[in-house]
């Protein structure tokens, strides 16, 4: 039985901690002090055009409009991807005479899908081919550049078959070897990001790590069978694998012109409905329908004939472009957010919230002074009151990350409470510990540059000061600095990118990443529990069971600090954009959108 072998497993484990929760002291006024201003709220009387409000000239609308071409056969194009969904041509659309969407954009450091953490998925899903998508919020899977799958017995071994019309947008075709070669040049030593990017979708195919070190030039796993079909060989079980080939750092263009131009990222020969064209002097980015700008799409019309992304930095003068209406789609910061979640606020109607809960936390490194101490893991958790700490930087939106799998993910348990504040708890559990007290810890390094933790950082700085005698020193890290080599908690995040616990999972428990740190026999029934989870088919019962019975030992052993739930990234949307719909790899589904007349 399933909850026996669990709790079996789970007796290795240290007990449950226990006591009440005495008042908080007064830290988390620091992190209230620390936290970044309000942006305007609602509309703006008067309020100054955006252009004035920035020091770098800003595109105007107007200007945008006139350079899109006039969309003469939108109509025609909406009106035959209505017939081919419904089947009927009794559809009337009172389009704009210009069919574009303006939104921020920002400088890029990298265009390379197998890189991307995620800034690019404003468009990278529309431009680069994955192999299926997922299909707005309902997250089923839907074909793409793969038709369909099959699949042996236990999940290992699965052959897919790809369109035999699919081709790159010079129209070159798509084929399995083009596939095969593109994700194992992602891989190679020389092209894999340091948090594993692409590996981390990637990384259960048999002989991925050997790809990654250098070992092979060519994953075990990925065998081409013919021109349109490619069989990929798990290194376990894994019945979610088809859910990651809908993600957008699986993405492709064309390897060839990788290979040869250095710029290529720039303006790439990639397999979507729209290009991609960026300015790396300006960070201006354009999204632009294949077919008006003379390259090749596979696939049904799009209307949407461009999105303009302008290099828009800063959050206010964002909010108030939206507000003068000079753009379409805004992504909105925790300080807008909390202000237009409010239904009295004049935007909230606007509102699309997202349906891909993620967590920032602090990885814990086992491997440096104090953590390999269990106990001193214990007391700095419940030394201090993250909940409070979130509220006052967040704002009251936002949730204390209870546990790993947030409030929408796949087995995310309410009951979990986490790392509850405790602090005479926390005082027993350091002087019980190894080192006795906080006069004998070593001070405990951070090194950050995300704004909000930092100011949380701040804050808990104080509580483990007052709590338990324990100094915290914080780095700001700018752009390009590297981490010091000592730092005890270092920060993450993840986002549950595909509708399986197996993903957000895996990365909270990699040791090839940094996240954990690589000490034999420190993670052996985490582990254990972990192995039983995988073996586990999509549709067993107790599915959800085991991976929560893997979350309870790591935050019983304090593996991490979890900070902060959030919901990806929240929009508002002007009222004549139609068919928007973001999850959690397609940021904005520009192929399906269309713009009213207004």
Known sequence: MLISSIALVAALACAADEAAAPAAPQAAQAAADAAAPSAPSGSAPGAPKAAQAADTPLPARAAADAKAPKSGDAVARVTKKAVTRTGSTDVVFNLHDTQVITMAGKMRS?????????????????????????????????????????????????????????????????????????????????NIAGWGAASIALGTIKGWEALKAGDVTEAEGLRVIDDHTLEITQSLPWPAWPQYMAVWMTGVTKLSQVLSDPDWGNNPIAAGPYDVTYDVNTGLTISSRVESVGKVWWGPDSVIDKMVMPAITDAQVRVIMFE????????????????????????????????????????????????????????????MDMETVVHAVIGPA????????????????????????????????????????????????????????INSAVAIKEYWKDNLNIDFDILKRESGMPRRPDVQLRRFSEASWVPDPTQIMATFTAKDIGVLSDVPGAYDVMDTLLAFAHTLPLDHPDRCTAFQAVETEYFDKVYGIPFNWFEGTNFVIQPWVQGFVTNSNIRVNLWDMFVEKH
């Open 398 to 453: 936002a949730h204390m990350g209870t546990g790993i799998f947030g409030p929408g993910a796949s087995c995310y348990n309410p009951d979990h409470l986490g790392h509850v504040y405790q602090p005479d708890l926390a005082r027993q559990e350091l002087a019980a510990s190894s080192y006795g007290s906080g006069e004998n810890i070593p001070v405990l390094l951070t090194d950050l540059s995300n704004g909000n933790f």
């Open 110 to 190: 990298n265009m390379a899908p197998w890189r991307d953490g995620g800034s690019n998925r404003q468009f990278s899903m529309g431009v680069y081919g994955t192999l299926l998508q997922f299909d707005g919020p309902t997250d089923q899977l839907i074909p793409w550049i793969a038709t369909g799958w099959t699949v042996n017995d236990d999940s290992t071994v699965y052959t897919v078959s790809l369109r035999e019309d699919a081709v790159f947008q010079d129209g070159t075709p798509i084929t399995a070897a083009d596939i095969k070669a593109y994700w194992e040049h992602g891989a190679k030593p020389e």
């Open 324 to 383: 003068n209406n000079e753009l379409d789609i805004l992504g909105i910061d925790e300080t807008t957010f909390n202000q237009v979640v409010d239904p009295a606020h004049p935007w909230y109607t606007y509102l699309r919230r997202p349906n891909y809960p993620g967590i920032w936390w602090w990885g814990v490194k086992l491997d440096k002074a104090p953590m390999e101490d269990l106990l001193v893991r214990k007391a700095l958790v419940h030394g």
